[in-house]
């Protein structure tokens, strides 16, 4: 039924991309079981880890349900979802994974420019939303990915380098796709994320202020990792 993929870039997408088209064509319908991981990584001539990331896309897409110790199910087919593979490959098929990749490389190094770099303007901007963020309950996931998202575009901007401020300006635009979206939406849902997240932030934030430059390179890379890690293990 499936065929086996050749080694080229995006594999994750090629896998979610046969799914797809053996949903559309009703060879695989609601409520069928697909192979194990461990079979389709063997069917497609993949590693077990890009095969987990094509079956977490297609999770979050809603076209497959994990039902623990039972399996992987189709739960969604023809016509529910037209167009989301279009959204999903848009910007080159960029991958969740590699977004974070860059941002870990990329986002460490701005708040090291920041911490020695950021006026008192900046510093006045950033506590202005770590405490606007202090009033948010755990359950107003939408309106804390806004302040998390200012947060970290005037971070960026403090770092006073325009080119590195532009490739993080490059990445949080491909951050708003409805793949990443629904990530950051389940993963924020679990309980204490969001103190946790504004916890990372204030320390952050005290970093620049005191200009210690290795901490607030190293909190920054911290703060990345742990969301990185928490998201990846939710779509698991």
Known sequence: MFKEIKKTQKL????????????????LVCGDKLPSERDLSVEFGL????????MSALEIMGLVEVKPGLGTFVSECKNENDGVLIEL????????SEIFEARIILEPQLAKL??????QEDLDNLLEIL?????????QIEEFEIL????????????????????????????NSRLWGNMK????????????????????????VNRDFKRAELLTKKHL????????????
């Open 114 to 119: 920041a911490s020695q770099r950021a006026t």
């Open 185 to 208: 939406f389940k993963s924020l849902k679990k309980k204490g994320r969001i103190t946790r997240y504004k916890k990372e932030h204030r320390e952050m934030y005290e970093a620049l």
């Open 148 to 175: 998390d998202e200012e947060f970290h575009s005037i971070l960026a901007r403090a770092s006073y380098n325009d080119v590195l401020f532009n490739f993080a300006l490059n990445i949080n635009r491909l951050r």
């Open 47 to 54: 590693s077990r880890a890009t095969v987990r990331e094509a």
């Open 225 to 236: 990792i742990d969301i990185r890690e928490d998201i990846f293990d939710d779509v698991d």
């Open 89 to 96: 490959t848009e910007k080159d098929a960029i991958s969740p």
């Open 12 to 27: 994750y997408m090629l896998v979610v991309e046969q799914v797809m088209s053996l949903i559309d064509k009703e060879v």
């Open 131 to 139: 405490n606007a963020a202090e009033l948010l309950s755990e359950d």
